[in-house]
């Protein structure tokens, strides 16, 4: 990872760094922070003050992707007036698209798919030269013009530097065993952990890719296959957070559950234990890892072994469980430990069999219920104040869905409870299966319908389970300031007081939804309209240093935003002096008031 001796001294522009999407772009997004830290560029984060913008992209719905196309236009006029400006599209739109995507948008200098990140380093000082010629070539070009009025100017200026990495074009198919190597683990080992960087909250990724082809999702095209990190890796990772300072750990797979790794077959190269592919994940009678063994680290043991092995980390979950062979082992390794947070996020996606089927989901509404039914049978004692909380995602308006189909998802939100949940329009996504095969035959006013009857039934049932925490006190993880202080300290061209705020080194701009977000929680945001889960929007680069805050003298008090162990939303007021002093810590709070998005008390 170290430059190349003659670039040792190049000058770095500053870089702005964008982030669209899932928790995965985030931890993503934060490890190219590093990796370009190490390299000595710095971050802004400002744009329009960059000289390199990068944006990590998401293509799981159109929308997100409509985001990134117009601001790539708006780019596209501002470097005919810097020509110098470098242009970066990473992750899943950068694999999705491949080269055709430079090709539409001459501004982009690279690209580099979600399981090439760690050529990064490389390609970006590769463009940031090859644009410093092409901007020198065209100072020759306008002495030229003088003479020949006929050069395309604009044209050269627009020129793409051309640097791509996509997991289709790269050795990583070859066969010899060091070109095998996972490089993308090395980018996960080489983490910078520091107070700075985590207020108190990490993700760790246990898994990457994912096998299991829903045939609306593009996750397994731009993302690849399952593999499974070696549990050392994840344990280590853990460690060396909780000995920065993080409590909360999050750990990350787009079926996280399915963790498996087998030590008897572990591939070491130059050292380091490679990541594994994932295999089909089998049934048991007695809904244990079918594999388990004295050689395998099951889900079930990772979680035991990280609670046991690093007692820092008070609160440990996971994001995104799999409704489909779900283990009594995870389940009872949960309910044995108290670090271990007992919330799921297990997305039903529908409450029709027959809609469940053309998704390719692998299992029926029952199955769906036998497991939620026994998660909660294991895991809600309310009495000893340890519920169970559930959330989860729909899909509405998928291809061929009737009426009945869509009451069938009501009466499963109905059933299921869940404190929040994702409630989608159907976003027909080129090389899926179904938008291959099936026609995208929902009108959109029918699916914004849907939608938003949904939208009202999930309030109701957020705010029956809110209103069963008024009176209660609860143990609340604190994260920030909460937007609606935020917002008026912006509207007051002040920082809010206690308020985190951007390092002085420059920070990623998180974009969930294509919206920035700058701030922890939300108090004026349905978490149902999200495009993630707001309980875990973190950006790593926000730091509660003192040194970057400066009270407001007229406030005496600022709203602070939290989280429950089971992933509510916590808003406190706290004096202002000492709500710096908060963020990243857990505090008692007795909830004196609910609504369908959060609780509301003070601490005690
Ligand atoms: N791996 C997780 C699972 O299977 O539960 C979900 C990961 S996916 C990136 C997040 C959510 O986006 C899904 O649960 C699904 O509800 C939604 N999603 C995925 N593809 C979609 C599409 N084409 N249109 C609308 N929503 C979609
Ligand atoms: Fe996409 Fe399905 Fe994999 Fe989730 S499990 S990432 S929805 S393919």
Not at 104 to 109: C, K, L
Not at 514 to 528: I, K, L, T, Y
Not at 543 to 567: F, I, K, M, Y
């Amino acid at each position: 990872m170290n430059a190349p001796l003659s670039f040792a001294f190049m000058l770095r522009p500053t870089v702005y760094l964008e982030t669209f999407g899932c928790q995965m772009n985030e931890l993503d997004s934060e490890l190219v922070v590093g990796s370009l830290r190490a390299m000595g560029y710095s971050f802004t984060p400002d744009a329009s003050a960059a000289g390199v913008v990068l944006y990590n992209t998401c293509s799981v719905r159109e929308h997100a992707e409509q985001k990134v196309w117009s601001r790539l236009g708006e780019l596209a006029i501002r470097k005919l007036e810097q020509p110098g400006l470098v242009v970066g599209v990473l992750g899943c739109m950068a694999e999705r698209e491949g080269a055709a995507l430079i090709k539409r948008m001459p501004v982009v200098d690279i690209m580099v798919g979600p399981a090439e990140l760690d050529k990064l380093p490389s390609l970006l000082d590769n463009a940031v030269r090859t644009r410093a010629s092409i901007v020198a070539d065209e100072a020759d070009a306008a002495v030229a013009r003088l003479t020949s009025p006929m050069l395309a100017s604009e044209e050269r200026k627009l020129r793409s530097a051309d640097q791509v990495a996509l997991q289709g074009a790269t050795s990583r198919r070859t066969t010899t065993l060091a070109a095998a190597a996972d490089q993308l683990e090395m980018l996960d080992l080489s983490r910078a952990v520091s107070p700075d960087d985590h207020s108190g909250s990490a993700y760790v990724r246990i898994t990457r890719g994912c096998n299991k082809f829903c045939t609306y999702c593009v996750v397994p095209h731009t993302r690849g296959a399952e593999v499974h990190r070696p549990p050392e890796h994840i344990i280590d990772e853990c460690k060396r957070l909780a000995d920065a300072g993080v409590l909360e750990v999050t750990l990350l797979g787009q079926t996280v559950n399915h963790y498996r790794f087998e030590h008897g077959s572990a591939v070491t190269i130059g050292g380091v234990i490679q990541p594994q592919k994932g295999r089909v994940y089998k049934k048991t009678a007695d809904h244990a890892d079918a594999y388990a063994g004295e050689r395998v680290t099951t889900f079930a043991d990772l979680l035991h072994q990280i609670h046991e092995r690093v007692p820092a980390i008070k609160r440990l979950r996971f994001v995104t469980s799999y409704p489909r062979s779900f283990g009594n082992d995870v389940l009872s390794v949960i309910k044995a430990s108290p670090r271990i947070c007992r919330y799921l996020h297990v997305p039903a996606q529908s409450g029709s069999d027959r809609m469940l089927t053309a998704m390719n989901r692998g299992y029926t509404v029952e199955e769906y219920f036998e497991f939620l039914d026994r998660a909660r049978a294991f895991l809600h004692e309310p009495e000893i104040s340890r519920p169970l909380t559930v959330a989860g995602d729909i899909i509405v308006g998928f291809p061929g869905e009737t009426e009945e189909d869509h009451q069938a998802t009501a009466a499963l939100l109905r059933r299921a409870r869940y404190k929040n949940c994702f409630i989608f329009k159907y976003s027909s996504r080129p090389g899926t299966v179904a938008d291959d095969k099936l026609p995208d035959d929902i009108p959109d006013e029918v699916k914004r319908r849907r939608n938003s009857e949904l939208l009202a039934l999930q309030n109701e049932i957020s705010a029956e389970i809110s209103a069963e925490y008024a009176g209660t006190t609860v143990d609340a993880f604190v994260q920030g300031v909460s937007r609606r202080d935020e917002k008026k300290a912006r509207r007051t061209g002040a920082a809010a007081p206690g308020a985190t705020k951007a390092t002085p080194s420059g920070a990623i701009t998180l974009t969930i939804g294509g919206r920035a977000m700058g701030v922890s929680g939300a108090e004026d945001e349905a978490p149902s309209t999200c495009t993630v889960d707001a309980s875990h929007i973190h950006n790593p680069v926000l730091t509660n240093d003192p040194a970057n805050h400066h009270a407001d003298e007229h406030a005496e008090t600022v709203q602070l935003s939290a989280r429950t162990d089971g992933d509510l939303i916590v808003f406190f007021d706290a004096p202002a002096p000492a709500a710096t002093a908060l963020i990243g810590r857990i505090v008692r709070v007795r909830i004196d008031r609910t609504t369908n998005l959060a609780l509301h008390g003070q601490t005690v």
